[in-house]
């Protein structure tokens, strides 16, 4: 790995846990979004680390793969999840006004004031990992076509 490569790989691995840790601290309002958000923040996150590891522990010698196309089929598709988290989490955060029941004297929100701040910094969050999936299947390209 090359020092920029690197470095989107630590920004990738940090902006994933960050948006793993702002999700996980809201109520989850709505499941079916969120949920998904979580499965690609933290199957992405494992999947890095373990492609990292195959990388740090010479398994790739071993193994014949094409690992340059592997590593931008890998990073292509985790860009495009990580997008769509983003675009559900971004969804999830609009709904911050809709009340939770219609019918309900009562005017309760579907994400309250705390909540909402969290649920903004996690799509922003979302979309700058999105981006760094988007940097290093860039870098893979470049390297698969070199």
């Given amino acids: 790995m090359k020092v920029s490569s690197l470095s989107v790989f630590l920004s990738l691995q940090l902006f994933g846990t960050i948006v793993w ?18 499965f690609v923040a933290v199957t992405a996150w494992f999947l890095s680390i373990v492609f990292l590891c195959v990388f740090l522990f010479g398994y790739a010698n071993r193994i014949a793969v094409n690992w340059n196309q592997t590593d931008f089929l890998f990073h292509g598709a985790t860009f495009v999840f990580y997008f769509g988290a983003f675009l ?26 705390h909540e909402y701040n969290i649920s903004i910094a996690a799509s922003i969050f979302a979309f700058a990992t999105a981006v760094c999936y988007g940097c290093s299947t860039a870098l893979a390209l470049r390297r698969w076509r070199l």
């Avoid at 996980?24 to 958000?37: C, E, I, K, N, S």
């Avoid at 006004?97 to 005017?107: D, E, G, M, V």
Wanted: glycine letters at 4%; charged letters at 15%.
């Fill in 21 to 38: 840790i702002l999700v996980a601290a809201t109520r989850v309002p709505l499941p079916l979004l969120q949920g998904w958000v979580m």
């Fill in 88 to 113: 559900l989490q971004a969804a999830t955060t609009s709904l911050h006004h809709f009340p939770r029941k219609f019918n309900a004297t009562t005017h309760e929100k579907i994400l309250g004031d």
